[in-house]
C-alpha cells in the first residue's frame, strides 16, 4: 500500500501568518490527493480534493497543490478556527491511506 | 443537511462481537458508498471497509478482513459494521463517512461523529 509522510509533525504560526503544509507519497498518485481538517473531539472535515479543488464551502485561504508525490496544502492567512491537524489521504491506489497528520498550533 | 450518526460503540472483551450502526439523512442514502474510517486513541485514521451504494461490493482493510463484515440496509437509511473476534488494537473511534461519488472514489466528503470502541478485558 501507499505510505503517505507528512511534515512537520507539528507547526507552530501566529494568527495571521502563513501556514504551509507538506505530504509525500511513497510513489505516485497522480493528483488523486484529499486534505482534511480535525478538531480536537471533532470528525474530520473534507478541505480538499484533486489535489487542488476546494470542497464547497472552504475558505479560499486554504489551497493546494501539487502531483505525483510531493503535495503542499497552504493556508493563507490563519484564523483562530484554523488550528487543528490537517490530514492528507491518497486515494489512487487501493486502499486508501492517510498521512499521520500535522498539528498547526498556535505560536 | 447531511447527518450521519453512528451508534452501537461500548467496552468488549477480546474475542468477543460487536455491531456498529450509523444512521443518514439529508441525502439519497441508496445512490452513495460508504465507509468505515476509524482512530486509535491519539492516532491517526485508519480506512476500515467500503460497501458500494447498492451493497454488492465491499473491500476490507487487511487488518480486519475475516473478521469484519460492512452491509447496510438501504430501506432504512443504515449503514452496519459487524465486529467479530475483538482485539485490543481494534480500539478506535469509528466513523462512518460517506463517498464523494456514486462509484467508489475513495473520498469522505462527510463525517459521521463516531462511536467509541474499546476492547479489553
Known amino acids: 500500500e501507499i505510505v503517505m509522510t507528512q511534515s512537520p509533525a507539528t507547526l507552530s504560526v501566529s494568527p495571521g501568518e502563513r501556514a504551509t503544509l507538506s505530504c509525500r507519497a511513497s510513489q505516485s498518485v497522480s493528483t488523486n490527493l484529499a486534505w482534511y481538517q480535525q478538531k480536537p473531539g471533532q470528525a474530520p472535515r473534507f478541505l480538499i480534493y484533486g489535489a487542488s479543488t476546494r470542497a464547497p464551502g472552504i475558505p479560499a485561504r486554504f489551497s493546494g497543490s501539487g502531483s505525483g508525490t510531493e503535495f503542499t496544502l497552504t493556508i493563507s492567512s490563519l484564523q483562530s478556527e484554523d488550528f487543528a491537524v490537517y490530514y492528507c489521504q491518497q486515494y489512487n491506489n487501493w486502499p486508501p491511506t492517510f498521512g499521520q497528520g500535522t498539528k498547526v498550533e498556535i505560536k | 443537511q447531511v447527518q450521519l450518526v453512528e451508534s452501537g460503540g461500548g467496552v468488549v472483551q477480546p474475542g468477543r462481537s460487536l455491531r456498529v450502526s450509523c444512521a443518514a439523512s439529508?441525502?439519497?442514502?441508496?445512490?452513495?458508498?460508504i465507509h468505515w474510517v476509524r482512530q486509535a486513541p491519539g492516532k491517526g485514521l485508519e480506512w476500515v471497509a467500503v460497501i458500494s451504494y447498492d451493497g454488492s461490493n465491499k473491500y476490507y482493510a487487511d487488518s480486519v478482513k475475516g473478521r469484519f463484515t460492512i452491509s447496510r440496509d438501504n430501506s432504512r437509511n443504515t449503514l452496519y459494521l459487524q465486529m467479530n473476534s475483538l482485539r485490543a488494537e481494534d480500539t478506535a473511534v469509528y466513523y462512518c463517512a460517506r463517498d464523494e461519488g456514486v462509484a467508489v472514489a475513495g473520498v469522505f466528503d462527510y463525517w459521521g461523529q463516531g462511536t467509541l470502541v474499546t476492547v479489553s478485558s
Open positions: 439529508g441525502f439519497t442514502f441508496s445512490t452513495y458508498a
